[in-house]
Protein backbone atom coordinates (compact mmCIF):
# COMPACT_ATOMS: atom_id res chain seq x y z
CA UNK A 1 0.00 0.00 0.00
CA UNK A 2 0.93 3.26 -1.15
CA UNK A 3 0.48 6.58 1.22
CA UNK A 4 1.27 9.64 -0.45
CA UNK A 5 -0.12 11.76 2.03
CA UNK A 6 1.04 14.34 4.63
CA UNK A 7 -0.19 15.85 8.12
CA UNK A 8 -3.14 13.96 9.21
CA UNK A 9 -6.31 12.91 7.65
CA UNK A 10 -4.55 11.00 5.01
CA UNK A 11 -1.67 10.05 7.58
CA UNK A 12 -4.57 8.88 10.18
CA UNK A 13 -6.42 6.99 7.12
CA UNK A 14 -3.52 4.70 6.73
CA UNK A 15 -1.94 4.30 10.05
CA UNK A 16 -5.44 2.83 10.90
CA UNK A 17 -5.17 0.30 7.94
CA UNK A 18 -1.50 -0.25 9.07
CA UNK A 19 -3.16 -1.17 12.39
CA UNK A 20 -5.34 -3.50 10.77
CA UNK A 21 -2.06 -5.33 9.17
CA UNK A 22 -1.19 -3.50 5.73
CA UNK A 23 2.17 -3.07 4.67
CA UNK A 24 1.75 0.87 4.52
CA UNK A 25 4.63 2.55 2.70
CA UNK A 26 4.71 6.03 3.47
CA UNK A 27 6.32 8.61 0.78
CA UNK A 28 7.68 11.44 2.00
CA UNK A 29 9.18 13.90 0.17
CA UNK A 30 12.93 14.89 0.59
CA UNK A 31 12.22 17.62 3.46
CA UNK A 32 9.70 14.76 5.36
CA UNK A 33 6.09 14.80 6.45
CA UNK A 34 5.48 18.88 7.83
CA UNK A 35 4.57 16.61 11.53
CA UNK A 36 8.14 15.50 11.82
CA UNK A 37 9.39 19.02 12.47
CA UNK A 38 6.41 19.59 14.89
CA UNK A 39 7.73 20.64 18.76
CA UNK A 40 9.08 18.17 20.77
CA UNK A 41 10.86 16.20 18.42
CA UNK A 42 14.71 14.99 17.52
CA UNK A 43 16.12 16.64 14.08
CA UNK A 44 13.16 15.31 11.97
CA UNK A 45 10.97 12.74 14.32
CA UNK A 46 8.46 13.67 16.99
CA UNK A 47 6.31 12.39 18.62
CA UNK A 48 3.59 14.40 16.34
CA UNK A 49 4.52 12.22 13.66
CA UNK A 50 4.90 9.08 15.35
CA UNK A 51 1.27 9.81 16.71
CA UNK A 52 -0.25 9.13 13.21
CA UNK A 53 2.12 7.13 11.26
CA UNK A 54 3.04 4.19 13.27
CA UNK A 55 3.48 0.74 11.41
CA UNK A 56 4.44 2.14 8.50
CA UNK A 57 7.68 1.79 6.31
CA UNK A 58 9.17 5.23 5.29
CA UNK A 59 10.65 5.28 1.68
CA UNK A 60 11.89 9.28 0.67
CA UNK A 61 10.78 9.82 -2.97
CA UNK A 62 11.18 13.27 -4.81
CA UNK A 63 8.21 13.20 -6.47
CA UNK A 64 9.43 16.80 -8.54
CA UNK A 65 11.79 14.50 -10.55
CA UNK A 66 10.97 12.23 -13.70
CA UNK A 67 13.28 9.32 -12.28
CA UNK A 68 11.13 9.80 -8.96
CA UNK A 69 7.64 9.72 -10.50
CA UNK A 70 8.58 7.31 -12.62
CA UNK A 71 9.78 4.89 -9.66
CA UNK A 72 6.49 5.35 -8.09
CA UNK A 73 4.35 4.50 -10.97
CA UNK A 74 6.38 1.19 -11.43
CA UNK A 75 5.70 0.27 -7.43
CA UNK A 76 2.23 1.78 -7.51
CA UNK A 77 1.81 -1.25 -11.21
CA UNK A 78 2.18 -3.87 -8.15
CA UNK A 79 0.09 -2.33 -5.50
CA UNK A 80 -3.33 -2.83 -3.74
CA UNK A 81 -4.01 0.65 -2.72
CA UNK A 82 -2.90 4.36 -3.26
CA UNK A 83 -3.42 7.38 -0.71
CA UNK A 84 -3.20 10.87 -1.36
CA UNK A 85 -4.23 14.21 -0.04
CA UNK A 86 -2.93 16.84 -2.39
CA UNK A 87 -5.09 19.49 -3.42
CA UNK A 88 -7.36 18.17 -6.80
CA UNK A 89 -5.08 18.85 -9.90
CA UNK A 90 -1.45 18.22 -8.23
CA UNK A 91 -1.21 14.35 -8.61
CA UNK A 92 -2.67 15.12 -12.14
CA UNK A 93 0.18 17.19 -13.57
CA UNK A 94 2.74 14.72 -12.22
CA UNK A 95 1.22 11.88 -13.52
CA UNK A 96 0.03 10.01 -10.71
CA UNK A 97 -3.81 10.60 -10.63
CA UNK A 98 -6.36 7.82 -10.44
CA UNK A 99 -6.88 7.93 -14.04
CA UNK A 100 -2.96 7.15 -14.96
CA UNK A 101 -2.55 4.50 -12.34
CA UNK A 102 -5.50 2.74 -12.98
CA UNK A 103 -4.68 2.02 -16.37
CA UNK A 104 -1.68 0.24 -15.38
CA UNK A 105 -2.91 -1.17 -12.40
CA UNK A 106 -6.79 -2.06 -13.24
CA UNK A 107 -7.17 -3.68 -9.59
CA UNK A 108 -5.55 -0.65 -7.67
CA UNK A 109 -7.95 0.85 -5.30
CA UNK A 110 -6.99 4.64 -5.50
CA UNK A 111 -8.61 6.85 -2.34
CA UNK A 112 -7.94 10.97 -2.22
CA UNK A 113 -8.43 13.23 0.97
CA UNK A 114 -8.89 16.45 0.17
CA UNK A 115 -10.38 19.77 1.50
CA UNK A 116 -13.49 20.11 -0.66
CA UNK A 117 -13.48 17.00 -2.75
CA UNK A 118 -12.61 16.23 -6.34
CA UNK A 119 -15.54 17.91 -7.91
CA UNK A 120 -17.65 20.96 -7.71
CA UNK A 121 -16.68 25.09 -7.65
CA UNK A 122 -14.17 24.76 -4.26
CA UNK A 123 -12.95 21.71 -5.38
CA UNK A 124 -9.42 23.94 -5.55
CA UNK A 125 -9.00 24.63 -2.34
CA UNK A 126 -6.86 23.73 0.37
CA UNK A 127 -8.28 21.58 3.26
CA UNK A 128 -7.86 22.53 6.56
CA UNK A 129 -9.74 21.08 9.87
CA UNK A 130 -10.64 24.61 11.36
CA UNK A 131 -11.67 26.24 8.12
CA UNK A 132 -13.85 22.45 7.07
CA UNK A 133 -15.25 22.67 10.62
CA UNK A 134 -16.84 26.67 9.84
CA UNK A 135 -17.92 25.44 6.21
CA UNK A 136 -19.77 22.33 7.87
CA UNK A 137 -21.39 24.14 10.02
CA UNK A 138 -20.01 22.53 13.21
CA UNK A 139 -19.04 25.58 14.10
CA UNK A 140 -22.22 27.15 14.03
CA UNK A 141 -23.35 24.61 16.40
CA UNK A 142 -20.75 24.63 18.97
CA UNK A 143 -20.00 26.85 21.92
CA UNK A 144 -22.91 28.16 24.01
CA UNK A 145 -26.01 30.20 22.50
CA UNK A 146 -24.84 33.75 21.81
CA UNK A 147 -21.16 33.27 22.13
CA UNK A 148 -18.43 33.02 19.97
CA UNK A 149 -17.60 30.51 17.06
CA UNK A 150 -16.45 27.39 18.70
CA UNK A 151 -14.71 24.55 16.97
CA UNK A 152 -14.73 21.12 18.08
CA UNK A 153 -11.67 20.33 20.67
CA UNK A 154 -10.41 17.64 18.09
CA UNK A 155 -9.44 17.97 14.66
CA UNK A 156 -13.22 16.43 13.78
CA UNK A 157 -12.78 17.02 10.11
CA UNK A 158 -9.62 15.30 9.44
CA UNK A 159 -9.97 12.32 11.60
CA UNK A 160 -13.79 11.96 10.01
CA UNK A 161 -12.51 12.39 6.68
CA UNK A 162 -9.67 10.10 7.11
CA UNK A 163 -11.98 7.30 8.96
CA UNK A 164 -14.62 7.72 5.85
CA UNK A 165 -11.68 7.08 3.62
CA UNK A 166 -10.31 4.27 5.25
CA UNK A 167 -14.19 2.63 5.60
CA UNK A 168 -14.57 3.23 1.43
CA UNK A 169 -10.95 1.50 0.92
CA UNK A 170 -12.12 -1.56 2.76
CA UNK A 171 -15.73 -1.49 0.52
CA UNK A 172 -13.34 -1.04 -2.60
CA UNK A 173 -11.08 -3.75 -1.71
CA UNK A 174 -14.78 -5.87 -1.33
CA UNK A 175 -15.83 -5.49 -4.74
CA UNK A 176 -12.35 -5.88 -6.11
CA UNK A 177 -12.57 -9.14 -4.33
CA UNK A 178 -15.77 -9.70 -6.57
CA UNK A 179 -15.33 -8.74 -9.65
CA UNK A 180 -11.30 -8.20 -10.09
CA UNK A 181 -11.48 -4.30 -10.51
CA UNK A 182 -10.10 -1.25 -8.08
CA UNK A 183 -11.85 1.97 -8.20
CA UNK A 184 -11.53 5.80 -7.36
CA UNK A 185 -12.52 6.74 -3.26
CA UNK A 186 -12.98 10.32 -2.98
CA UNK A 187 -13.79 12.26 -0.03
CA UNK A 188 -13.20 15.63 1.85
CA UNK A 189 -12.66 17.39 4.99
CA UNK A 190 -15.97 19.47 4.52
CA UNK A 191 -18.38 16.34 3.69
CA UNK A 192 -17.13 14.68 6.86
CA UNK A 193 -17.94 17.77 8.82
CA UNK A 194 -21.42 17.54 7.36
CA UNK A 195 -21.63 13.86 7.42
CA UNK A 196 -21.12 13.76 10.65
CA UNK A 197 -23.84 16.65 11.06
CA UNK A 198 -26.68 13.84 11.93
CA UNK A 199 -28.81 15.24 14.47
CA UNK A 200 -28.15 19.34 13.10
CA UNK A 201 -29.12 18.33 9.91
CA UNK A 202 -32.33 16.11 10.85
CA UNK A 203 -33.24 19.53 12.60
CA UNK A 204 -33.11 21.56 9.99
CA UNK A 205 -34.13 18.64 7.43
CA UNK A 206 -37.60 18.41 9.91
CA UNK A 207 -37.93 21.78 11.02
CA UNK A 208 -36.61 23.90 8.58
CA UNK A 209 -35.11 26.01 11.13
CA UNK A 210 -31.60 26.68 11.55
CA UNK A 211 -29.91 24.41 14.41
CA UNK A 212 -28.24 26.65 17.42
CA UNK A 213 -25.27 26.22 19.63
CA UNK A 214 -26.59 24.49 22.80
CA UNK A 215 -23.11 24.60 25.00
CA UNK A 216 -23.29 20.71 26.47
CA UNK A 217 -27.03 20.48 26.29
CA UNK A 218 -28.51 17.93 23.49
CA UNK A 219 -30.93 19.05 20.98
CA UNK A 220 -32.77 15.93 20.64
CA UNK A 221 -33.00 15.06 24.46
CA UNK A 222 -33.24 16.79 27.91
CA UNK A 223 -32.00 16.78 30.19
CA UNK A 224 -29.11 15.21 28.50
CA UNK A 225 -26.08 17.69 29.46
CA UNK A 226 -23.09 18.63 31.92
CA UNK A 227 -24.56 19.83 35.31
CA UNK A 228 -22.97 21.79 37.92
CA UNK A 229 -22.19 20.73 41.10
CA UNK A 230 -20.37 22.04 44.28
CA UNK A 231 -17.19 21.58 43.11
CA UNK A 232 -17.33 21.12 39.48
CA UNK A 233 -19.35 19.41 36.81
CA UNK A 234 -20.69 16.06 35.55
CA UNK A 235 -22.63 14.90 32.44
CA UNK A 236 -26.35 13.37 33.34
CA UNK A 237 -27.63 11.70 30.71
CA UNK A 238 -31.44 11.22 31.34
CA UNK A 239 -32.46 10.28 27.80
CA UNK A 240 -36.01 9.24 27.78
CA UNK A 241 -39.06 9.71 30.23
CA UNK A 242 -38.46 6.52 32.61
CA UNK A 243 -34.63 7.82 33.33
CA UNK A 244 -36.34 11.63 33.96
CA UNK A 245 -39.00 9.91 36.16
CA UNK A 246 -35.82 8.29 37.91
CA UNK A 247 -34.19 11.63 38.59
CA UNK A 248 -36.93 13.68 39.81
CA UNK A 249 -37.52 11.01 42.43
CA UNK A 250 -33.42 10.94 43.83
CA UNK A 251 -33.68 14.72 43.71
CA UNK A 252 -37.10 15.09 45.84
CA UNK A 253 -38.71 17.16 42.99
CA UNK A 254 -41.69 14.19 41.70
CA UNK A 255 -43.82 17.55 40.81
CA UNK A 256 -41.27 18.44 37.87
CA UNK A 257 -43.28 15.43 36.30
CA UNK A 258 -46.50 16.94 36.46
CA UNK A 259 -45.52 20.97 35.22
CA UNK A 260 -46.36 20.76 31.47
CA UNK A 261 -42.80 22.04 30.65
CA UNK A 262 -41.26 18.87 31.86
CA UNK A 263 -43.79 16.33 31.39
CA UNK A 264 -42.54 14.77 27.95
CA UNK A 265 -39.38 15.01 26.21
CA UNK A 266 -40.29 17.67 23.23
CA UNK A 267 -41.40 20.18 26.16
CA UNK A 268 -38.25 19.50 28.16
CA UNK A 269 -35.99 20.29 25.40
CA UNK A 270 -37.93 23.27 24.49
CA UNK A 271 -37.83 24.36 28.08
CA UNK A 272 -34.53 22.79 28.75
CA UNK A 273 -32.51 26.05 30.12
CA UNK A 274 -35.00 26.18 32.51
CA UNK A 275 -34.67 22.52 33.63
CA UNK A 276 -31.21 22.84 34.12
CA UNK A 277 -30.94 25.65 36.19
CA UNK A 278 -33.71 23.83 38.77
CA UNK A 279 -31.78 20.29 38.65
CA UNK A 280 -28.40 22.47 39.26
CA UNK A 281 -30.21 24.45 42.55
CA UNK A 282 -30.12 20.52 43.91
CA UNK A 283 -26.88 19.58 42.41
CA UNK A 284 -24.72 22.84 43.75
CA UNK A 285 -25.24 21.47 47.34
CA UNK A 286 -23.12 18.13 46.92
CA UNK A 287 -19.92 17.38 45.14
CA UNK A 288 -19.53 15.56 42.23
CA UNK A 289 -18.59 12.43 43.77
CA UNK A 290 -21.64 12.12 45.81
CA UNK A 291 -23.84 12.64 42.61
CA UNK A 292 -22.17 10.35 40.32
CA UNK A 293 -22.09 7.50 43.20
CA UNK A 294 -26.10 8.37 44.01
CA UNK A 295 -26.79 8.61 40.30
CA UNK A 296 -24.98 5.28 39.26
CA UNK A 297 -26.41 3.20 42.12
CA UNK A 298 -29.88 4.43 40.37
CA UNK A 299 -29.08 3.45 36.85
CA UNK A 300 -29.18 7.22 35.38
CA UNK A 301 -26.66 7.58 32.84
CA UNK A 302 -23.65 10.04 34.36
CA UNK A 303 -20.05 10.51 34.48
CA UNK A 304 -17.47 12.56 35.44
CA UNK A 305 -15.65 15.34 33.09
CA UNK A 306 -12.38 14.31 32.58
CA UNK A 307 -8.54 16.43 32.07
CA UNK A 308 -6.48 14.35 30.13
CA UNK A 309 -4.24 13.28 32.98
CA UNK A 310 -7.54 11.81 34.29
CA UNK A 311 -8.45 10.41 31.59
CA UNK A 312 -5.13 7.90 31.01
CA UNK A 313 -5.54 6.77 35.32
CA UNK A 314 -8.98 5.70 34.27
CA UNK A 315 -9.37 2.41 35.15
CA UNK A 316 -11.75 1.52 31.75
CA UNK A 317 -9.02 3.32 29.25
CA UNK A 318 -6.22 1.50 31.08
CA UNK A 319 -7.72 -1.98 30.96
CA UNK A 320 -8.54 -1.45 27.42
CA UNK A 321 -4.87 -0.63 26.75
CA UNK A 322 -5.76 2.95 24.89
CA UNK A 323 -2.18 4.19 26.32
CA UNK A 324 0.43 2.37 25.00
CA UNK A 325 4.55 2.78 25.43
CA UNK A 326 6.39 2.49 22.23
CA UNK A 327 10.39 2.89 21.94
CA UNK A 328 11.73 4.90 19.30
CA UNK A 329 15.29 5.05 18.67
CA UNK A 330 15.75 8.56 18.42
CA UNK A 331 12.47 9.52 20.77
CA UNK A 332 13.29 7.05 23.95
CA UNK A 333 10.42 5.43 25.51
CA UNK A 334 7.14 7.58 24.42
CA UNK A 335 3.44 6.98 24.77
CA UNK A 336 1.24 7.01 22.15
CA UNK A 337 -2.74 6.66 21.92
CA UNK A 338 -4.01 2.94 21.60
CA UNK A 339 -6.30 1.07 18.80
CA UNK A 340 -9.80 1.24 19.41
CA UNK A 341 -10.70 -1.79 17.13
CA UNK A 342 -10.25 -4.88 19.07
CA UNK A 343 -10.03 -7.97 16.99
CA UNK A 344 -10.48 -11.63 18.25
CA UNK A 345 -7.95 -13.45 15.53
CA UNK A 346 -5.92 -10.46 13.96
CA UNK A 347 -5.08 -7.88 17.20
CA UNK A 348 -3.67 -4.68 16.15
CA UNK A 349 -0.10 -4.05 17.26
CA UNK A 350 -0.51 -0.43 17.75
CA UNK A 351 2.85 -0.20 20.01
CA UNK A 352 4.88 -0.33 16.73
CA UNK A 353 7.08 2.63 16.25
CA UNK A 354 6.65 5.31 13.38
CA UNK A 355 9.74 4.60 10.88
CA UNK A 356 12.52 7.33 10.82
CA UNK A 357 13.16 9.12 8.07
CA UNK A 358 13.69 7.45 4.70
CA UNK A 359 14.53 3.92 6.99
CA UNK A 360 12.88 2.22 4.34
CA UNK A 361 14.05 3.33 0.88
CA UNK A 362 16.23 0.99 0.03
CA UNK A 363 14.36 -1.90 1.75
CA UNK A 364 10.99 -1.11 -0.40
CA UNK A 365 13.02 -0.71 -4.19
CA UNK A 366 14.40 -4.07 -3.49
CA UNK A 367 10.92 -5.46 -2.30
CA UNK A 368 9.43 -4.21 -5.34
CA UNK A 369 11.93 -5.51 -8.26
CA UNK A 370 14.49 -2.24 -7.96
CA UNK A 371 18.44 -3.66 -9.07
CA UNK A 372 21.20 -2.42 -6.55
CA UNK A 373 22.14 -0.73 -9.62
CA UNK A 374 18.63 0.98 -10.52
CA UNK A 375 18.96 2.45 -7.29
CA UNK A 376 22.47 3.64 -7.20
CA UNK A 377 21.18 5.86 -10.96
CA UNK A 378 18.06 6.54 -8.81
CA UNK A 379 20.06 8.38 -5.90
CA UNK A 380 22.43 10.15 -7.92
CA UNK A 381 19.59 11.82 -9.88
CA UNK A 382 17.98 13.30 -6.39
CA UNK A 383 15.06 11.37 -7.24
CA UNK A 384 15.26 9.20 -3.56
CA UNK A 385 16.75 9.44 -0.45
Known sequence: MLDVTQVMAGPYCTMLLADLGADVVKIEPPGGDSTRQMPGGVGLESPSFNAVNRGKRSAVVNLKAPEGRDALKRIARACDIFVENYRPGVVAALGLDYETLSAINPRLVYASISGYGQTGPDRAKGGFDLVAQGVSGIMSITGDRGGAPVKAGVPLTDLGAGLFAAVGIL????????????????????????????????EFFTTGGTPQPMGSAHRMFAPYQAIRCADGYITLGTANDRLFKRLCDLLGHPEWLADPQFAENPARVKNQAALAARIEEVTAKAPASHWLALLEQNEIPCGPINDYARVFTNPQVVAREMAVDVDHPALGRIKALGSPIKLSSTPTNPARRAPLFGEHTTAVLVDYGFSVEEIALLRKAGAIV
Request: aromatic fraction near 4%; charged fraction near 20%; avoid cysteine.
Open 171 to 202: AALEHRHRTGLGQHVDTSLVEAGVALSVWEAT
